[in-house]
């Protein structure tokens, strides 16, 4: 809808000022935030990326690539969001909402797993981590380089639910073990996860896991300890 003067009827004229080509991008802009706000990602999205390709250099355009992250991650396109989210952290590192980037990227990895998978599959144990590992390092990033953002209380609590549902996950693995009679390998998995998630409550069952399996391969003296430890 919006023809430079190239692209208008009418024979050469003359190009378009700053000034109307900022008025187009705002108008563009307006129509984006506009499906936007009506959560009509799917069309918000078209608009932005339209508003990308005709107006890169404008204000207007890094306001759209970081909106068009939001309704990407609204759209439930995680990979699309995450991908767009790393690209414009590169090309604006020093952007004033460059920590909201970083925190819509981590809670676009943390939410990956909701939804469907809370029917089909309630034990969150028994399911994949790997997205809840990659929500865990954006938002260590996240409070790495931006201790006191706005996000970071919110980012805490969300690394706390992944550790703690990584830990349940170990759990699981060192339970199979146990049941396969696998003792070395259990009370390896259980040592991890001991050092690795302190304070998940994953590690008080872990712990009996390790004094069961030093006690069956015969390491009584760390059985012992561990059940001192308990």
Known sequence: PFKTAAESPGGPQSPLSDRELRQQAAQLYRRAREALDNTDYTVAIQRYDALIARYPFSDYSTQAEMEKIYAQYKAFQADEAVAAADRFLRAHPRNVYADYVMYLKGVTDFERDNGLLDE?????????????????????????????????????????????????????????????????????????????YPGAPATADALKILQRSYARIGLQEEAKDTATVI
């Open 120 to 196: 089909v599959m309630p034990s969150t144990a028994k399911r994949d981590i790997g997205n809840q590992r990659r929500a865990f390092e954006d938002f260590a990033a996240l409070l790495q380089r931006y201790p006191k953002s706005r996000y970071a209380g919110d980012a805490r609590r969300r690394m706390l639910y992944s550790r703690n549902r990584i830990a349940d996950h170990e759990l699981s693995v060192a339970q199979f073990y146990v049941t396969r009679g696998a003792y070395v390998a259990a009370a390896k998995r259980a040592s991890d996860i001991i050092a690795e």
